[in-house]
């Protein structure tokens, strides 16, 4: 039996982060690895329904999230200090640090024999000015305690299907480059960080392989059926699906300095695409909540367009919380997908959907479509504009069986490549 540490929250309430564990969960059954045992680190136990999977889930920074950025940082600063004196304490002798620490999370730290750090995007620079210093302490941290995990614990360190990369402050390349040589196994889900890591002049290997959210296996359609909301709204006409992040409208409007005001201008850019489409083919718009975290809830993006949307009785939400496999099974009834969170349009091209990706500039992640889509429909969330919007919907409607197929053809190559994470981690990291 296998020990394994997920040492960062996943939390369930962001349907793509729980996605790519459930396609890890359905990849280790592929895989004949079923006799694991899952701990990970949750800021709080109430609102995380991973314990339902069998995961056991370890608190963490409780309730840290809610705090402000300076809280937040002291917190970590005086976490990663009791983590020090814990592994210096474990790397001389166990049995004592086992009597002398006894919660939980020295508990499964000491008892795991594979830590899993970086998960998703949790290494990639998004390069926004809200999120770089942010993002340069979870770098600083996380690559810090690999050294821990590696040289202290003694522990195998895995890095699986993740984005890393670029990092603007050369002290935090420096150190990924430092740190990236100690972990046991990485695989990359994207063409743009695996060249990264290759300017990084990583030594020890690392594979292209394909996110693990694409082995997420769908919910039975019949499914939908035990859910009203969702019975109501798989038998509307021309489903049309979307996401819409809160987020994005920061990378957008270099002119406007006021977030929310950029915000504004982010929503009436999307009611006039979603009337447009409304208007020309009669079809009905399904905002889909991949997102329902306190600082990230798509259902408020809904109520915010709905005001200013012409046609609203064509326009729709999913209002209630579902599992990341019923959200895919229902994705798949859409006839096309706008998505700005890119675990629903994972879901889409899964499904064969035509899907128009739109991500964030500079994102590494929106390359892990480069050989699902042809490049027009990946498009920069900075840089498009609503008539070229219009023009890629038009295609993407009209010639909507053409793209469907050569997405089920290209798909195979994809599953086969998310398989491989498999492969990797019997022979690297369970040595079969």
């Not at 360190?157 to 040589?181: E, P």
Request: charged share 25%.
């Amino acid at each position: 039996m296998k020990n394994i540490l997920i040492a960062e929250e996943i939390p369930s309430r962001n349907k793509g982060e729980a996605a790519i564990l459930f396609g890890f969960l359905d990849l280790l059954k592929k895989i004949e690895r079923e006799d694991i045992n899952f701990s990970m680190f949750t800021f709080d136990k109430n609102s995380n329904d991973f314990n339902k999977e069998g995961i056991e889930l370890v608190s963490y920074l409780e309730n840290i999230s809610n705090e402000n950025e300076i809280i937040k940082f002291f917190t970590g600063i005086y976490f990663f200090i009791k983590l020090m004196i814990f592994s210096l304490f474990y790397s001389i002798n166990r049995n004592l640090t086992d009597k002398l620490f006894t919660k939980e999370i020295w508990r499964v730290y000491s008892n795991a024999d594979i830590v899993l750090v970086g998960h998703d995007g949790l290494l990639e620079s998004l390069g926004s000015k809200t999120s770089k210093k942010h993002e340069n302490w979870t770098f600083f941290f996380t690559y810090c305690s690999i050294f821990i995990y590696k040289i202290l614990m003694k522990k195998k360190v895995i890095i699986l299907a993740a984005s890393i990369g670029a990092y603007s402050s050369a002290f935090i390349r420096k150190i990924a480059k430092i740190s990236l040589n100690y972990v046991d196994l990485i695989t990359l889900r994207d063409s743009k960080s695996y060249n990264y890591l290759e300017t990084l002049n990583i030594k020890k290997p690392f594979s292209l392989t394909a996110d693990l959210a694409f082995l997420m296996k769908p919910e039975p359609s019949n499914n939908l059926l035990l859910h009203k909301e969702l019975t109501y709204l798989m038998n509307l006409n021309n489903i049309v699906g979307m996401t819409i992040s809160n987020q994005f409208s920061q990378f957008r409007f270099p002119e406007i300095d006021s977030i929310e005001n950029k915000y504004k201008e982010h929503l009436v850019f999307y009611s006039q695409v979603i009337d447009y489409i409304i208007e020309k083919y009669d079809s009905d718009i399904v905002l889909i909540s991949h997102a329902i975290k306190k600082d990230k809830d798509d259902r408020m993006v809904y109520y915010d367009l709905l005001e200013l949307i012409n046609h609203k009785n064509k326009f729709h939400v999913l209002s209630k919380e579902y599992t990341p496999q019923l959200l895919k099974t229902f994705i798949g009834l859409c006839n096309i997908f706008i998505g700005e969170r890119t675990h629903s349009n994972v879901a889409a091209v899964s499904m064969g959907v035509p899907t128009i990706v739109i991500s964030e500039p500079n994102s590494f992640r929106n390359s892990m479509f480069n050989n699902i889509l042809e490049d027009e429909f990946i498009c920069d969330i900075s840089k498009i504009e609503i008539t070229a919007l219009y023009e890629k919907i038009d295609k993407l409607i009209e010639m909507r069986d053409l793209y469907r197929n050569n997405i089920l053809v290209k798909m195979g190559n994809i599953m086969n490549r998310s398989l491989e994470n498999g492969k990797f981690l019997l022979d690297i990291v369970f040595n079969e």
